[in-house]
Protein backbone atom coordinates (compact mmCIF):
# COMPACT_ATOMS: atom_id res chain seq x y z
CA UNK A 1 0.00 0.00 0.00
CA UNK A 2 1.69 3.42 -0.68
CA UNK A 3 1.01 7.03 0.40
CA UNK A 4 -0.78 10.21 -1.67
CA UNK A 5 0.70 13.38 -1.50
CA UNK A 6 0.46 17.04 -3.19
CA UNK A 7 3.25 19.06 -4.74
CA UNK A 8 2.66 22.59 -4.96
CA UNK A 9 4.45 25.13 -7.27
CA UNK A 10 4.12 28.54 -7.21
CA UNK A 11 5.41 31.73 -8.43
CA UNK A 12 5.33 34.71 -6.13
CA UNK A 13 6.77 38.45 -6.70
CA UNK A 14 9.17 39.68 -3.95
CA UNK A 15 7.36 43.33 -3.64
CA UNK A 16 3.99 43.02 -5.79
CA UNK A 17 3.61 46.61 -7.78
CA UNK A 18 0.70 45.96 -10.24
CA UNK A 19 -2.41 44.61 -8.95
CA UNK A 20 -2.26 41.42 -10.84
CA UNK A 21 0.65 41.17 -8.94
CA UNK A 22 -1.59 39.69 -5.19
CA UNK A 23 -3.08 36.93 -7.20
CA UNK A 24 -0.71 33.66 -7.00
CA UNK A 25 -1.72 30.75 -9.53
CA UNK A 26 -0.56 27.63 -7.61
CA UNK A 27 0.45 24.42 -10.55
CA UNK A 28 0.32 20.94 -8.40
CA UNK A 29 0.31 17.12 -8.64
CA UNK A 30 -0.44 14.22 -6.91
CA UNK A 31 1.96 11.60 -6.32
CA UNK A 32 1.48 7.97 -5.56
CA UNK A 33 4.65 6.61 -3.61
CA UNK A 34 5.31 2.84 -2.87
CA UNK A 35 8.32 1.30 -1.48
CA UNK A 36 10.66 1.69 -4.40
CA UNK A 37 9.29 4.79 -6.72
CA UNK A 38 7.17 7.71 -6.82
CA UNK A 39 4.76 8.51 -10.21
CA UNK A 40 1.96 11.05 -10.45
CA UNK A 41 -1.21 9.83 -10.89
CA UNK A 42 -2.81 13.47 -11.28
CA UNK A 43 -3.12 17.58 -10.98
CA UNK A 44 -4.19 20.25 -9.94
CA UNK A 45 -4.68 24.01 -10.66
CA UNK A 46 -5.18 26.59 -7.68
CA UNK A 47 -5.80 30.75 -7.57
CA UNK A 48 -5.48 32.61 -4.43
CA UNK A 49 -6.38 36.40 -4.54
CA UNK A 50 -5.01 37.93 -1.82
CA UNK A 51 -6.96 40.96 -1.09
CA UNK A 52 -5.73 41.54 2.74
CA UNK A 53 -2.39 41.74 1.30
CA UNK A 54 -3.40 44.36 -1.31
CA UNK A 55 -5.59 46.56 1.43
CA UNK A 56 -2.37 47.24 3.42
CA UNK A 57 -0.86 48.52 0.29
CA UNK A 58 -3.97 50.59 -0.72
CA UNK A 59 -4.89 48.36 -3.60
CA UNK A 60 -8.90 47.95 -4.45
CA UNK A 61 -10.46 44.69 -4.51
CA UNK A 62 -12.42 44.84 -7.75
CA UNK A 63 -8.67 46.02 -9.48
CA UNK A 64 -7.00 43.19 -8.16
CA UNK A 65 -9.26 40.88 -9.70
CA UNK A 66 -10.29 42.55 -12.78
CA UNK A 67 -6.28 42.61 -13.89
CA UNK A 68 -5.69 39.47 -13.34
CA UNK A 69 -8.99 37.91 -16.19
CA UNK A 70 -12.02 38.13 -17.16
CA UNK A 71 -12.81 35.26 -14.80
CA UNK A 72 -11.64 36.16 -12.08
CA UNK A 73 -13.49 39.76 -12.65
CA UNK A 74 -16.45 37.67 -13.02
CA UNK A 75 -16.14 35.86 -9.64
CA UNK A 76 -15.76 39.38 -7.79
CA UNK A 77 -19.04 40.38 -9.50
CA UNK A 78 -21.10 37.03 -7.69
CA UNK A 79 -19.10 37.20 -4.62
CA UNK A 80 -17.91 40.50 -4.02
CA UNK A 81 -19.54 44.13 -3.34
CA UNK A 82 -17.93 47.30 -5.23
CA UNK A 83 -19.44 49.60 -2.56
CA UNK A 84 -17.50 47.93 0.30
CA UNK A 85 -14.33 45.93 -1.50
CA UNK A 86 -15.14 42.71 0.81
CA UNK A 87 -17.44 39.64 0.07
CA UNK A 88 -21.76 40.57 -0.06
CA UNK A 89 -23.25 40.33 2.65
CA UNK A 90 -25.19 37.67 1.68
CA UNK A 91 -21.84 35.43 1.23
CA UNK A 92 -21.05 37.00 5.16
CA UNK A 93 -24.43 35.74 6.52
CA UNK A 94 -24.41 32.22 4.74
CA UNK A 95 -20.92 31.52 4.38
CA UNK A 96 -19.83 33.21 7.84
CA UNK A 97 -16.51 34.47 6.04
CA UNK A 98 -14.16 35.23 8.86
CA UNK A 99 -11.07 36.58 6.21
CA UNK A 100 -10.89 38.42 3.25
CA UNK A 101 -8.78 36.39 0.52
CA UNK A 102 -10.35 33.92 -1.75
CA UNK A 103 -9.10 30.67 -2.60
CA UNK A 104 -10.21 29.42 -6.10
CA UNK A 105 -10.07 25.65 -6.92
CA UNK A 106 -9.25 25.55 -10.88
CA UNK A 107 -9.47 21.78 -11.79
CA UNK A 108 -8.20 18.63 -9.95
CA UNK A 109 -7.94 15.44 -12.05
CA UNK A 110 -6.58 11.91 -11.18
CA UNK A 111 -5.69 9.16 -13.58
CA UNK A 112 -8.31 6.90 -14.25
CA UNK A 113 -6.74 4.17 -12.14
CA UNK A 114 -7.24 6.21 -9.20
CA UNK A 115 -10.63 7.60 -9.50
CA UNK A 116 -13.54 6.26 -7.81
CA UNK A 117 -11.99 6.06 -4.17
CA UNK A 118 -12.19 9.68 -2.56
CA UNK A 119 -9.15 11.08 -3.65
CA UNK A 120 -10.26 13.98 -5.37
CA UNK A 121 -11.98 15.05 -2.09
CA UNK A 122 -8.89 14.42 -0.19
CA UNK A 123 -6.99 16.66 -2.67
CA UNK A 124 -9.11 19.25 -2.38
CA UNK A 125 -9.57 19.37 1.31
CA UNK A 126 -5.23 19.03 1.79
CA UNK A 127 -5.40 22.04 -0.92
CA UNK A 128 -7.80 23.82 1.29
CA UNK A 129 -6.08 23.17 4.47
CA UNK A 130 -2.48 24.41 3.28
CA UNK A 131 -3.45 27.18 1.09
CA UNK A 132 -6.58 28.24 2.88
CA UNK A 133 -5.34 30.33 5.45
CA UNK A 134 -6.39 33.80 5.46
CA UNK A 135 -9.17 32.93 3.16
CA UNK A 136 -12.54 33.65 4.39
CA UNK A 137 -14.30 31.39 1.29
CA UNK A 138 -13.13 28.54 -1.31
CA UNK A 139 -15.02 28.83 -4.92
CA UNK A 140 -15.05 26.13 -7.75
CA UNK A 141 -16.88 25.37 -11.06
CA UNK A 142 -18.48 22.10 -11.13
CA UNK A 143 -17.35 21.86 -14.98
CA UNK A 144 -15.32 18.93 -16.23
CA UNK A 145 -12.21 19.15 -17.62
CA UNK A 146 -12.41 18.55 -21.35
CA UNK A 147 -9.86 16.44 -23.63
CA UNK A 148 -9.02 19.80 -25.49
CA UNK A 149 -7.76 20.89 -22.31
CA UNK A 150 -5.55 18.29 -21.65
CA UNK A 151 -2.15 20.22 -22.60
CA UNK A 152 -3.13 23.27 -20.82
CA UNK A 153 -4.03 20.74 -17.84
CA UNK A 154 -1.06 19.36 -17.26
CA UNK A 155 -2.35 15.73 -18.02
CA UNK A 156 -2.41 13.17 -20.45
CA UNK A 157 -5.32 13.31 -23.14
CA UNK A 158 -6.59 9.70 -22.19
CA UNK A 159 -7.13 10.80 -18.32
CA UNK A 160 -10.03 13.39 -19.35
CA UNK A 161 -13.43 11.44 -20.55
CA UNK A 162 -15.11 13.41 -23.11
CA UNK A 163 -19.06 15.03 -22.11
CA UNK A 164 -20.29 11.94 -24.24
CA UNK A 165 -19.01 9.71 -21.47
CA UNK A 166 -21.56 11.72 -18.88
CA UNK A 167 -24.52 12.35 -21.27
CA UNK A 168 -24.98 15.78 -21.37
CA UNK A 169 -22.82 18.50 -19.94
CA UNK A 170 -25.42 19.10 -17.16
CA UNK A 171 -24.95 15.49 -16.25
CA UNK A 172 -21.13 15.58 -15.91
CA UNK A 173 -21.50 18.73 -13.70
CA UNK A 174 -24.47 17.61 -11.48
CA UNK A 175 -21.92 14.55 -10.58
CA UNK A 176 -19.07 16.52 -9.64
CA UNK A 177 -21.16 18.47 -7.77
CA UNK A 178 -22.81 15.82 -5.88
CA UNK A 179 -19.32 14.29 -5.10
CA UNK A 180 -18.20 17.77 -3.83
CA UNK A 181 -21.32 18.33 -1.71
CA UNK A 182 -19.81 15.41 0.62
CA UNK A 183 -16.89 17.85 1.00
CA UNK A 184 -19.51 21.12 2.22
CA UNK A 185 -19.60 22.70 -1.08
CA UNK A 186 -23.11 24.58 -1.53
CA UNK A 187 -24.14 26.33 -4.56
CA UNK A 188 -23.71 30.27 -4.31
CA UNK A 189 -27.21 31.24 -5.58
CA UNK A 190 -28.09 30.74 -9.10
CA UNK A 191 -23.91 31.27 -10.67
CA UNK A 192 -21.82 28.82 -11.76
CA UNK A 193 -19.93 28.97 -8.76
CA UNK A 194 -20.16 26.83 -5.54
CA UNK A 195 -18.52 27.81 -2.39
CA UNK A 196 -17.20 26.20 0.68
CA UNK A 197 -17.02 28.02 4.31
CA UNK A 198 -13.98 28.56 6.00
CA UNK A 199 -15.64 30.21 9.24
CA UNK A 200 -18.48 27.23 9.37
CA UNK A 201 -17.33 23.59 10.73
CA UNK A 202 -17.02 21.04 7.12
CA UNK A 203 -15.73 17.98 6.73
CA UNK A 204 -12.00 17.59 8.23
CA UNK A 205 -9.74 15.52 5.99
CA UNK A 206 -9.78 12.76 8.49
CA UNK A 207 -13.51 12.57 7.92
CA UNK A 208 -13.10 12.29 4.10
CA UNK A 209 -10.77 9.53 4.42
CA UNK A 210 -12.81 7.79 6.92
CA UNK A 211 -16.09 7.91 4.17
CA UNK A 212 -13.43 6.96 1.52
CA UNK A 213 -12.67 3.81 3.21
CA UNK A 214 -16.25 2.85 4.09
CA UNK A 215 -16.44 2.41 0.51
Given at each position: ?31 Y ?5 T ?5 F ?5 N ?13 I ?107 A ?43
Amino acid sequence: MGTISLRFQAHVPISPIEPNDFVTEFMGDILYTTDDKTRRIGAFDVTRVNIALGKDLDEAAWEIFDAHSARLADDFQIIFSHNTDDFKESIKQYFCTPDFDLLIIDSIILSPKFRGRGLGLMAARTIVDQLGWGCGLTVAMMTPVLPCDADEARVPRRWLPGVSDFCTQADAKGKIARHFEKMGFERIGQSELWGLSHGLRRPTARDLDKLRRRR
